[in-house]
């Protein structure tokens, strides 16, 4: 049975080890592009998208919580709501939430681990949504009901064109069907979230409420995202969120015996060099070259084997 190693002084086992950039960053980008491919690759039927998309607009109807109608009339009849709206839309999504992610990497690097494998399971479980449920945003939807896109009507502001907020030439590239869940939304009430749990001063706190709340407004305004979407999207972090310790401690485990098994295989290799080094010899009194080692079975008279 292999002897457990001691732990060395000021050393920090691998499950208390800050996170690095150069293990972070690999992980960051792979899961992005499995969202944006799975984005790609999960276009679904059009006939099915507008389906799903109209039941949703019924439900909301029936409910009188179809708060995108009005949202949308009035950045769609008041440039100075809409224009800006657009830009929020555009960006802000691919901004915001990096830029947390490195602020809790610098900043408070004990929260990082968890804020960011919530935000990664969240991610995913949305890429599964827009998979299984293909969903017509409203912009898209028969003129008959009601709505208009904004970013299509004000795109010489900007960098976009008819296809939300992919730039010119590059809507092909994205899926017009990932209405269902909204991670605008979601990704936007994570960086809330973080803000108000591990910010300072009163402009965090601000920020941290207004951020949701206002891409909730933008994204209906904008016609990019019924109010169930929005919904869907903070059901979605919330759902990652009770997944998170639980993939917290399975990863632990894993890695616990990742290094357990690489302690032990130390600890053989250790033993076995011991052995050969040591031989059971010693260092004869007044040894100055190596030739003169003795055994430990030499005799107590220390008088050298060479001389007897």
């Known amino acids: 049975m292999a002897r457990e190693l001691p732990a060395r002084p000021g050393r920090r086992s691998p499950l208390q080890r800050r996170p690095r950039w150069w293990s972070e960053l690999p ?40 708060f995108e109608h009005p949202l949308n009339r009035l950045f769609t009849s ?15 999504h691919y901004l915001v939430t990096p830029a947390i992610l490195v602020w809790l990497f610098r900043r408070r690097p004990r929260n990082y681990r968890a804020a960011r494998t919530w935000l990664l399971l969240s991610t995913l479980l949305g890429l599964i949504g827009f998979t299984l449920v293909p969903t017509c945003p409203p912009r898209l939807l028969d003129a008959a009901h009601g709505f208009t896109d904004t970013m299509e009507q004000f795109s010489s502001y900007g960098w976009w064109g008819a296809e939300a907020s992919a730039p010119r030439g590059l809507g092909g590239m994205t899926n017009q069907f990932a209405a269902m869940p909204s991670l605008h939304v979601g990704w936007a009430l994570w960086c809330g979230v973080m803000l108000w749990l591990h910010g300072r001063g009163v402009a965090a706190r601000t920020f941290a409420v207004a951020y949701p709340l206002i891409t909730t407004l933008v994204v209906m305004g904008t016609a990019n995202h019924y109010f169930l979407d929005a919904v869907g999207g903070a059901l979605t972090m919330a759902v990652g969120l009770l997944l998170t310790r639980p993939a917290l401690r399975l990863a632990d485990r894993v890695r616990s015996r990742i290094a357990a098994g690489a302690g032990e295989a130390g600890s053989d290799g250790s033993d076995r060099k011991s052995t050969i080094v040591s031989g059971g010899c010693q260092t004869s009194a007044g ?14 008279d220390g008088t050298p084997a060479a001389t007897r």
């Open 287 to 300: 040894e100055h070259i190596p030739g003169q080692r003795t055994s430990s079975a030499s005799p107590a």
């Open 27 to 66: 992980l960051l980008i792979a899961v992005y592009a499995a969202y944006s491919a799975g984005r790609l690759l999960a276009r679904g039927g059009k006939s099915d998208a507008v389906t799903q998309g109209l039941t949703l607009l019924e439900w909301e109807k029936h409910f009188g919580i179809n």
């Open 78 to 92: 008041t440039p100075a709501l809409g224009i800006p709206a657009d830009f929020i839309y555009a960006s802000l």
